[in-house]
């Protein structure tokens, strides 16, 4: 299963974890503004 997701839908998820980790970013730098 994670040898079938890392091979065609692996940059999906890579784009989604970097996209998370700027989302995440953004509500904590706004949480301490």
Same mark, same amino acid.
């Given at each position: =299963? =994670? #040898? #079938? !997701?890392?091979?065609?839908? $692996?940059? #999906? &998820?890579?784009?989604? #974890?970097? !996209? $998370?980790? &700027? $989302? *995440?970013?953004? *509500?904590?730098? *706004?949480?301490? =503004?």
């Amino acid at each position: =299963l =994670l #040898k #079938k !997701f890392s091979g065609a839908e $692996g940059e #999906k &998820i890579d784009v989604q #974890k970097f !996209f $998370g980790y &700027i $989302g *995440l970013f953004t *509500l904590v730098a *706004l949480w301490w =503004l």
